[in-house]
T-cell receptor, first 113, second 112 residues
Framework: DAGITQSPRHKVTETGTPVTLRCHQT?????MYWYRQDPGHGLRLIHY???????DKGEVSDGYSVSRSKTEDFLLTLESATSSQTSVYFC????????????FGPGTRLTVL | GDSVTQMEGPVTLSEEAFLTINCTYT??????LFWYVQYPGEGLQLLLK?????DKGSNKGFEATYRKETTSFHLEKGSVQVSDSAVYFC???????????FGTGTSLTVIP
C-alpha cells in the first residue's frame, strides 16, 4: 500500500469554526490532491498541488484553501466551516497523473453541525 | 469540459452472474481511462486502466476496453463473487491536464 495517511480520521465541528485536514505521504510523489465524496456526486476535486508551493483549484474550491510547504504534506483548510462542507474528504497522490495510478488515503469524515 | 458518465446504481446480482457497468466520457485530447473500486470504509483503489485507444485493462477477472469510436470504457466481469460487492468509479485524465475526473460511482451488491 502507498504510504498515505490522513488526520484526523473523524471530526465533528460547529459552523463558523476553522478546520484543517492533513495529508501526509512517504512516497515522494509530486502531485497531491484533495477530493470530497458526497452521495450522488462521486468524487469532486477541491484543490491539487503539482509541487511544493504550487497549487491549483479544482471544480469545488470555494470555501477551501490549501498549502504545501513540504513535498510530503498537503493541508486543506476550511476557513469558516459550513454545514454544506459535511463530507468525506480523500487525499490522493500521483507521480505522473497521465500515466500513473492515483493512490488514495483512507479518508476523513467531517461533520459540521 | 472533461467529464465521465456512468450508469446509475445500485446494481444487485446473484453470485456467478455477468456484470457490466457502463461508462462513457467526454474529453479533450487523448485521455487515459481508469476504473477504481471502493470497499466499505476505505479509500479508492485502482482496479484497471487503459492509456490509449483499443487497449484492454484487466485485473482480478475484471476487464474494460478503451473504445475511442464510442467514447466508452465499460467494465465487465464474467462471474461475480460476493467479495466484489463495492462501489465502482470510472475516471479519466486528459493528456492536456493534471486533473482526474470521476463518475458518480455505481454500487454493486452480490448476493449468494
Amino acid at each position: 500500500d502507498a504510504g498515505i495517511t490522513q488526520s484526523p480520521r473523524h471530526k465533528v465541528t460547529e459552523t463558523g469554526t476553522p478546520v484543517t485536514l492533513r495529508c501526509h505521504q512517504t512516497e515522494n510523489h509530486r502531485y497531491m490532491y484533495w477530493y470530497r465524496q458526497d452521495p450522488g456526486h462521486g468524487l469532486r476535486l477541491i484543490h491539487y498541488s503539482y509541487g511544493v508551493k504550487d497549487t491549483d483549484k479544482g471544480e469545488v474550491s470555494d470555501g477551501y484553501s490549501v498549502s504545501r510547504s513540504k513535498t510530503e504534506d498537503f493541508l486543506l483548510t476550511l476557513e469558516s466551516a459550513t454545514s454544506s462542507q459535511t463530507s468525506v474528504y480523500f487525499c490522493a497522490i500521483s507521480e505522473n497523473p497521465e500515466t500513473d495510478t492515483q493512490y488514495f488515503g483512507p479518508g476523513t469524515r467531517l461533520t459540521v453541525l | 469540459g472533461d467529464s465521465v458518465t456512468q450508469m446509475e446504481g445500485p446494481v444487485t446480482l446473484s453470485e456467478e452472474a455477468f456484470l457490466t457497468i457502463n461508462c462513457t466520457y467526454t474529453a479533450t485530447g487523448y485521455p487515459s481511462l481508469f476504473w477504481y473500486v471502493q470497499y466499505p470504509g476505505e479509500g479508492l483503489q485502482l482496479l484497471l486502466k487503459a492509456t490509449k485507444a483499443d487497449d484492454k485493462g484487466s485485473n482480478k477477472g475484471f476487464e474494460a476496453t478503451y473504445r475511442k469510436e464510442t467514447t466508452s470504457f465499460h467494465l465487465e466481469k464474467g462471474s461475480v463473487q460476493v467479495s466484489d460487492s463495492a462501489v465502482y468509479f470510472c475516471a479519466l485524465i486528459s493528456n492536456t491536464g493534471n486533473q482526474f475526473y470521476f463518475g458518480t460511482g455505481t454500487s454493486l451488491t452480490v448476493i449468494p
